[in-house]
Every structure is written in structure tokens, then in C-alpha cells.
T-cell receptor
Framework: GAVVSQHPSWVICKSGTSVKIECRSLDFQATTMFWYRQFPKQSLMLMATSNEGSKATYEQGVEKDKFLINHASLTLSTLTVTSAHPEDSSFYICSARPPGSTDTQYFGPGTRLTVL | GQQVMQIPQYQHVQEGEDFTTYCNSSTTLSNIQWYKQRPGGHPVFLIQ?????EVKKQKRLTFQFGEAKKNSSLHITATQTTDVGTYFCRGGNQFYFGTGTSLTVIP
């Protein structure tokens, strides 16, 4: 099946710093990528939909100025957590939708962010 | 917001016992997908059901899609410790995951 990678797999940062997470589709071009966050023992919560070449669509309650999403190419989307705080600590997972598909998503391995 | 509910939220079973999780949607789904997430891991796609009343099997796992395409179930026969994890459903035309069922298998 299709492969989606994320980098880094985990990161620890100090409060107030910014962290960039990369999501890459390795063997297909993805016009649409999705960013989720997951708190311990909870389900995945969709944060935003990232479309190549256009602005991301954010879910209600997600601060677009805090969670900057850039989908500069058909194989790369980035999520930057700006001025991170301990409450931003979470598991961030991206997924990518292959061309021609409306339902299928392939998930990256996730990035565990810990903000001290 | 989320329109897909799963029950139960948690399930502890003795190894060898059967396990079932149910997924219920308030709206008709074009299809339904099931994922498994091991502790500390990411969701892994298991299967997709498309047709009304469809039943699919993967070894000890049986997946069913309801006639009205609003509910689905995942049944595991004779659980093993390798079945431990959280099972999520997702409506194909929605980007929201079900609330998940966390399965613990006691050896």
C-alpha cells in the first residue's frame, strides 16, 4: 500500500518555541492531506485539511495562527506549532489522500510532541 | 463534529474469549473503514466495507456493515494478546473517526 512518512517521530521542546512537523507521501502525489491530533486514550481529532497550493481549511476551534499548515508540493505538507505550550503536547498524525480517491486515507506514523 | 459513536469504550477480555465493537452513525455512510491502533502506534487500516449488509472476514476478524449503512461491527473470535489495541471506525465520506474501543486481553 501507499506509504506516508512523518518527521520527526518525536520531539521535546521548551515552552515558547516553534516546532515543525513534516508529512510526506512517498509513492504517490497527494493533493489533499489531513492533520489530526490525538490525546492519550482518545480518538483522533481532525485539525485541518491541507490542499496543495491553497490555504488549509481548519476545523472549528483550531487556531490557524497557532497551527500553521503549508502544503507546498504534492508530496509534502508541514504543520508548525508556533509558540508551543505544555497543553500542545500531543500525538500529531497526518494522512494523505491518493489522487482519484474520495474516501481512502493513508496515515503517517505520527509525531509525539512534548512541550516542557 | 463527530457523528460516529462506538461502544463499548473499553473492553477487557480473557484470552480466548470473543470480542465485539459496534459503530453507529447518525447519517448514512458511503462506506465504513476500520482501523487498529496499537498502544503508542498510529492507526493502521484494516478493511473497508461498501455494500449494504456486507460481511468480510480476515482470519479471526469478522466485519459487518448494516443494511441501512449506518452501523457496523467488528467481531474477533478467540482473542489473542496480539489483538490488544484500540479499534476505530471511520465513515468513508467523513473525516471523523469513531470514539474507539480499547481492547485489553488478559493472558
Amino acid at each position: 500500500g501507499a506509504v506516508v512518512s512523518q518527521h520527526p517521530s518525536w520531539v521535546i521542546c521548551k515552552s515558547g518555541t516553534s516546532v515543525k512537523i513534516e508529512c510526506r507521501s512517498l509513492d504517490f502525489q497527494a493533493t489533499t492531506m489531513f492533520w489530526y491530533r490525538q490525546f492519550p486514550k482518545q480518538s483522533l481529532m481532525l485539525m485541518a485539511t491541507s490542499n496543495e497550493g491553497s490555504k488549509a481549511t481548519y476545523e472549528q476551534g483550531v487556531e490557524k495562527d497557532k497551527f500553521l499548515i503549508n502544503h507546498a508540493s504534492l508530496t509534502l505538507s508541514t504543520l508548525t506549532v508556533t509558540s508551543a505550550h505544555p497543553e500542545d503536547s500531543s500525538f500529531y498524525i497526518c494522512s494523505a489522500r491518493p489522487p482519484g480517491s474520495t474516501d481512502t486515507q493513508y496515515f503517517g506514523p505520527g509525531t509525539r510532541l512534548t512541550v516542557l | 463534529g463527530q457523528q460516529v459513536m462506538q461502544i463499548p469504550q473499553y473492553q477487557h477480555v480473557q484470552e480466548g474469549e470473543d470480542f465485539t465493537t459496534y459503530c453507529n452513525s447518525s447519517t448514512t455512510l458511503s462506506n465504513i473503514q476500520w482501523y487498529k491502533q496499537r498502544p503508542g502506534g498510529h492507526p493502521v487500516f484494516l478493511i473497508q466495507l461498501v455494500k449494504s449488509g456486507e460481511v468480510k472476514k480476515q482470519k479471526r476478524l469478522t466485519f459487518q456493515f448494516g443494511e441501512a449503512k449506518k452501523n457496523s461491527s467488528l467481531h474477533i473470535t478467540a482473542t489473542q494478546t496480539t489483538d490488544v489495541g484500540t479499534y476505530f471506525c471511520r465513515g468513508g465520506n467523513q473525516f471523523y473517526f469513531g470514539t474507539g474501543t480499547s481492547l485489553t486481553v488478559i493472558p
